[in-house]
C-alpha cells in the first residue's frame, strides 16, 4: 500500500476534530479524502492507515462507518475500510487487516517479542513434569501423540522440539497482526496475540501470549467473560462462556464453553468440553464431557465421553500428582464413575462405579468395567452388542465439523480395525488360558485387578470369535467385490495379494490415526536421523492415513490361516463360499443382538414416568408421541436395512464364486 506523510492541511485539519500526535511526521495515509472518518484519535510512534468508504451493518440494522475515532494509537497500521472506535486505553505495536472492526476494546498491545503462544510447554498427562508437548500453529494430534508417549526414545523428542523451536523463533515479532475481516467488541485485553482472518472477539475478558488460527472457511469465535493465557486456538473452534484457558491447544472446530476450566491440556479435533475441569490431559478428537461435576485429569482419551461426576485421581499422596491413565478410543463412563490412575481400559468399554486397583483391560476391548462392593468386575466384549456403541460410530463422522480444507488431524472412524481386531485375538487367547488355568467350571476369574464372571468369559470369547469372523469376512468380500464371474481358483488368488508392503504385526491408534507400528517406528528414526521436517512428518502421517485400506489388507491376509484355517495362498472358491457364510451368520447375528438391545428402549420400564396423569394406555400413547414406536425408529430401521443389504451382498458373492469352474 502506498502511504504518504500528511500535509500541513490535512494535520490541521485532524487537530480540528479532536487529533493530537507526538510527531505528525510519522503518521501516513494511502487515502487523505478519508480522513474525514478520523476523530478522537491520538498518534503516537509510527501509524500508517488506509481509505475509509466501507460501511459496517450491525445486528438490529444499526450502520457505522469505517475510521478511527476515540483512540489511542502507537505503532499501529490500519488496512482499508477497516474501524477502530472507543479504545479506553491504546492500541500499541500491531498490524490490522483490512475490513476489521474494532470497538470498545480496554487495551490491546504487543508488548515485546512475542511468539504468540508458539514454543509454550504443556505438561501433559504428569502434572510433575516429563511428558511436555511443545504446542505450535500446525500441531497435530498424532504429532503430539509421538512427542508425549514416545519418551524412551530421548533423541526422537530432541529433535522434534529442536524443530519446533525453530518454528517458532520464525514466528516471533514485537508486532501483533489482527487479519482482515475480523470482530473485536467489548473486549478488555488482548496482549501479545496473532488473530487470522474472520476471527470474532467478543465480551472476551483476557487474552494473552497466543494464536487464534481463523480463517475465511472455519472462522474463530472467542466470546463473553473468556481468559486464555498461553495458548493456540486452531481455525473452527468456538471458546465462550467464562472459559479459563492456561497452557492449552485447541485444535480443529472444538467447542468450549459454560465456565470450563484447563490448563496444561490438549484439545483436538471436535472436542467439547463444558461446564467441567482439566488438568494435563490430552484429549484426543471427538473428546466430550458435558457436566459442571466432571473432572478430567492426567488421562489420555479419544472418541470419549465422560458422564456428570466423572472423576481420577493422579495423586496417591506420596511422590505427587505423577500417575497418568489412558482410557482408549471410545470408551465411556457412566455418571458418578472413578478411577485410580493408573489404569488403562481397553477401546470402546464402558466404566460404571469407582475403581481402585490399578486395572489394565487394553486386551479386552468392548468390555464392561462394573464396580460392586468395591470390586471391579470386567465383562468382556459385551459392548460389541450394544446399540450404544453402533450409535456412536455412526454419529462421529456426521459430527465431524472441520471446514477448513487444511485438516490437522488424522482421524480414523472404524469400529472394527487390525488395532481392536488384533486385541480380540489377544483377549480370546487370555480369556482361554484363564480357563484353562482356574478350570472351565470356576465361578469367577480373576485378571489384573478385576474379576471375571464365569457367564460372562464364554460369552466374551463368543463376541470376540463373532466380531473377527465379521471383520474378515468383511475384507475379503471388498476385495472380491470387483472379480468377474467365472473367474479360477488361481484369478481369486491373485485378486487377494497385498498391494501394500507394510501393514504386517502390531497396529497402534495414534490420537485417532490407525497406522501399523512397522510404519510408525519408520518415521521415527526418519526423524531422528534428521531426513524428515515437521511438515514432512505431518504430511507422512496423512499419507499414511490415506493408505490405511491397504495396509489393513496386508494386515488381515495372514489371519486367515490361523482363524478359518484356510491360507489365502491355496485358497478355493468353495473356501471362500465358506468363510462367507460365516461371515454373514456373524453379522445378521449381531445385527440381531443389537435389535434386541435397541427393543429394551421400548418396554414398559422404559415408559415409566410418561402419561403422567393416566393409567397405562395413556402411558403407551404418551410415549408413541414422544418416542415413536419401536419399528419406525431410525436407528431400526438402519439394523434392518443393514440386515438386508449384508445378506444380499453375501448372496451374490456366494453365487458369483458358484460360478467358478462351471
Given at each position: 500500500m502506498n502511504y504518504r506523510p500528511l500535509s500541513q492541511e490535512q494535520i490541521e485539519f485532524l487537530i480540528q476534530r479532536g487529533c493530537r500526535a507526538d510527531d505528525w511526521s510519522t503518521v501516513y495515509t494511502s487515502d487523505p479524502e478519508s480522513l474525514s472518518y478520523i476523530r478522537g484519535v491520538r498518534f503516537s510512534g509510527t501509524v500508517k492507515f488506509g481509505r475509509f468508504q466501507e460501511v459496517f451493518v450491525l445486528p438490529g440494522g444499526v450502520k457505522k462507518h469505517s475510521g478511527l475515532r476515540e483512540a489511542t494509537l502507537h505503532n499501529v497500521t490500519v488496512g482499508d475500510d477497516s474501524l477502530i472506535e472507543n479504545v479506553t486505553n491504546y492500541v500499541a505495536n500491531y498490524d490490522i487487516g483490512s475490513h476489521t472492526y474494532i470497538e470498545n476494546v480496554d487495551l490491546m498491545v504487543c508488548e515485546g517479542p512475542s511468539r504468540f503462544g508458539n514454543g509454550v510447554e504443556v505438561s501433559v498427562l504428569s502434572e510433575t513434569g516429563g511428558r511436555e508437548v511443545k504446542i505450535y500453529d500446525r500441531l497435530s494430534a498424532q504429532i503430539a501423540y509421538v512427542l508425549a508417549m514416545y519418551r524412551h526414545r530421548p533423541a526422537l523428542i530432541a529433535r522434534l522440539n529442536a524443530m519446533i523451536d525453530e518454528y517458532a523463533d520464525l514466528q516471533c515479532s514485537s508486532r501483533g497482526r489482527i487479519g482482515d475481516h475480523v470482530s473485536i467488541r467489548n473486549t478488555r485485553h488482548i496482549n501479545g496475540v496473532r488473530i487470522g482472518d474472520y476471527a470474532v472477539i467478543s465480551g472476551t475478558s483476557r487474552l494473552r501470549n497466543g494464536s487464534v488460527n481463523s480463517n475465511q472457511s472455519a472462522p474463530v469465535t472467542i466470546a463473553h467473560g473468556v481468559i486464555a493465557d498461553d495458548f493456540i486456538i486452531c481455525s473452527g473452534s468456538h471458546v465462550s462462556d467464562n472459559t479459563s484457558l492456561e497452557r492449552c491447544f485447541v485444535g480443529q472446530s472444538c467447542r468450549l464453553g459454560h465456565g470450563y476450566s484447563a490448563s496444561d491440556s490438549l484439545f483436538f479435533s471436535n472436542c467439547q468440553e463444558e461446564n467441567g475441569e482439566a488438568c494435563a490431559i490430552f484429549a484426543g478428537p471427538f473428546t466430550v464431557?458435558?457436566?459442571?461435576?466432571?473432572?478430567?485429569?492426567?488421562?489420555?482419551?479419544?472418541?470419549?465421553?465422560?458422564?456428570?461426576?466423572?472423576?481420577?485421581?493422579?495423586?496417591?499422596?506420596?511422590?505427587?500428582?505423577?500417575?497418568?491413565g489412558i482410557l482408549e478410543r471410545g470408551a465411556k463412563t457412566s455418571s458418578d464413575s472413578y478411577i485410580l490412575w493408573p489404569s488403562r481400559v481397553g477401546a470402546f468399554s464402558l466404566?460404571?462405579?469407582?475403581?481402585?486397583?490399578?486395572?489394565?483391560?487394553?486386551?479386552?476391548?468392548?468390555?464392561?468395567?462394573?464396580?460392586?462392593?468395591?470390586t471391579t468386575y470386567l465383562v468382556p466384549g459385551v459392548n460389541l452388542r450394544s446399540v450404544g456403541t453402533v450409535r456412536d460410530a455412526q454419529k462421529w463422522p456426521k459430527r465431524d465439523s472441520r471446514k477448513d480444507p487444511d485438516k490437522l488431524d488424522c482421524i480414523n472412524y472404524n469400529l472394527l480395525s487390525p488395532y481392536t481386531i488384533q486385541k480380540m485375538f489377544k483377549g480370546i487367547q487370555l480369556l482361554r488360558n484363564l480357563q484353562y488355568s482356574s478350570g472351565e467350571l470356576s465361578d469367577?476369574?480373576?485378571?489384573?485387578?478385576?474379576?471375571?464372571?464365569?457367564?460372562?468369559?464364554?460369552?466374551?470369547?463368543?463376541?470376540y470369535h463373532t466380531a473377527i469372523t465379521k471383520f474378515l469376512g468383511n475384507s475379503i468380500i471388498k476385495r472380491l467385490e470387483n472379480l468377474p464371474a467365472g473367474a479360477s481358483d488361481e484369478t481369486i488368488r491373485e485378486a487377494l495379494k497385498p498391494t501394500c508392503s507394510f501393514g504386517k504385526g502390531d497396529w497402534a491408534d495414534v490420537s485417532g490415526l490407525i497406522v501399523p507400528k512397522d510404519a510408525l517406528v519408520n518415521l521415527i528414526e526418519q526423524v531422528e536421523r534428521g531426513e524428515l521436517t515437521l511438515e514432512e512428518l505431518f504430511a507422512a502421517f496423512h499419507r499414511l492415513h490415506q493408505q490405511y485400506?491397504?495396509?489393513?489388507?496386508?494386515?488381515?491376509?495372514?489371519?486367515?490361516?490361523?482363524?478359518?484355517?484356510?491360507?489365502?495362498?491355496?485358497?478355493?472358491?468353495?473356501?471362500?463360499?465358506?468363510?462367507v457364510e460365516r461371515w454373514k451368520e456373524a453379522v445378521i447375528g449381531l445385527d440381531k443382538e443389537l435389535y434386541e438391545d435397541a427393543h429394551k428402549e421400548f418396554n414398559l420400564a422404559s415408559m415409566t414416568s410418561f402419561g403422567a396423569d393416566g393409567g397405562k394406555e395413556i402411558k403407551e400413547r404418551d410415549f408413541s408421541q414422544v418416542r415413536g414406536d419401536f419399528e419406525s425408529n431410525s436407528f431400526v430401521q438402519a439394523v434392518?436395512?443393514?440386515?438386508?443389504?449384508?445378506?444380499?451382498?453375501?448372496?451374490?458373492?456366494?453365487?458369483?464364486?458358484?460360478?467358478?469352474?462351471a
Open positions: 464431557t458435558h457436566h459442571k461435576s466432571t473432572l478430567l485429569i492426567a488421562g489420555m482419551f479419544s472418541f470419549m465421553n465422560a458422564g456428570s461426576g466423572s472423576n481420577q485421581s493422579n495423586h496417591m499422596y506420596k511422590l505427587g500428582p505423577m500417575h497418568q466404566v460404571m462405579g469407582r475403581h481402585v486397583t490399578h486395572s489394565d483391560t487394553s486386551n479386552l476391548p468392548f468390555s464392561y468395567l462394573i464396580e460392586q462392593q468395591n469367577i476369574y480373576s485378571y489384573h485387578s478385576t474379576k471375571i464372571r464365569n457367564k460372562s468369559l464364554r460369552n466374551g470369547i463368543h463376541y485400506y491397504d495396509a489393513e489388507w496386508t494386515w488381515a491376509y495372514d489371519k486367515y490361516a490361523s482363524f478359518f484355517g484356510y491360507p489365502l495362498e491355496t485358497i478355493t472358491a468353495a473356501q471362500v463360499i465358506e468363510i434392518l436395512d443393514h440386515i438386508r443389504k449384508k445378506e444380499a451382498l453375501g448372496d451374490e458373492l456366494i453365487q458369483r464364486l458358484k460360478t467358478y469352474g
